[in-house]
């Protein structure tokens, strides 16, 4: 699967991600084996939950925002798992490295200890205008996250990328140069316009309720 980096400290990466093929496949929905005895704390589960940017799309108390609701969801933790390591554009995939099982687990039972009467549903994300282009859907289609994390905290081959704020001539210029070795920086994968936004949405941080 291709995979997307940014500017000439990323060259050590270039040999880790596979340049075979021009465009990433959609993950696939997998059977998981869940480990057993598996321990959670809900408190930590809160604090991951604004950590890992859930809540810029769930709302601060996951009662809902750009996506839907968790707070006291009825899947199973098996099936809660599986929706976040085969998520599909706009949402990345969130794989171990992103996101452990217990992590994970943790959040689970804090979104099953939610008051949802007391918390309200003050501070809501408001749902982003049908048809934009988000930067984090690029980040995602195009396969960036393989390499540098669901929302671009890094990985153990390539480096964070959030908060970048080098002028668009200068990393469209490094990018190019290095399309030889991956095609993902071709103006044919990635044209100006994807990347502008692309780039702007690093630059806020990689806020995954940030747009073009």
Same mark, same amino acid.
Request: hydrophobic share 60%; proline share 0%.
């Given at each position: 699967m291709k995979r997307f980096?940014?500017?000439? /400290?990323?060259i050590s990466a270039v040999a880790a991600c596979d340049t075979r093929a021009p465009a990433p496949p959609r993950p696939a929905p997998s059977e998981m084996e869940l480990s057993t005895n598996l321990k959670g704390n809900p408190v930590e589960g809160s604090q991951l939950y604004r950590e890992k940017q859930c809540a810029a799309c769930h709302g601060p108390?996951? /009662?809902g925002g750009i996506g839907k609701q968790l707070a006291h969801t009825d899947l199973s933790f098996k099936q809660f798992l599986s929706k976040i390591r085969n998520a599909l554009p706009p949402k990345p995939a969130m794989n171990e490295n992103d996101l452990s099982e217990t992590q994970a687990y943790s959040i689970y039972l804090w979104l099953q200890a939610i008051d949802t009467e007391s918390s309200g549903r003050a501070g809501l994300q408001p749902a982003i205008p049908a048809?934009?282009?988000l930067?984090?859907?690029i980040w995602s289609e195009k396969g960036c996250a393989q390499c540098h994390g669901?929302?671009?905290q890094g990985g153990p081959h390539a480096p964070a990328l959030a908060g970048q704020n080098y002028p668009?001539?200068?990393q469209r210029a490094l990018m190019r140069r290095s399309a030889g070795q991956n095609q993902v920086h071709s103006d044919k994968y990635i044209p100006d316009d994807?990347?502008?936004r692309l780039l702007d949405w690093l630059r806020r941080g990689a806020d995954p309720a940030s747009g073009c």
């Open positions: 980096f940014f500017g000439m /400290l990323l108390t996951a /009662l048809g934009q282009t930067g984090i859907q669901a929302f671009a668009f001539e200068r994807l990347l502008k």
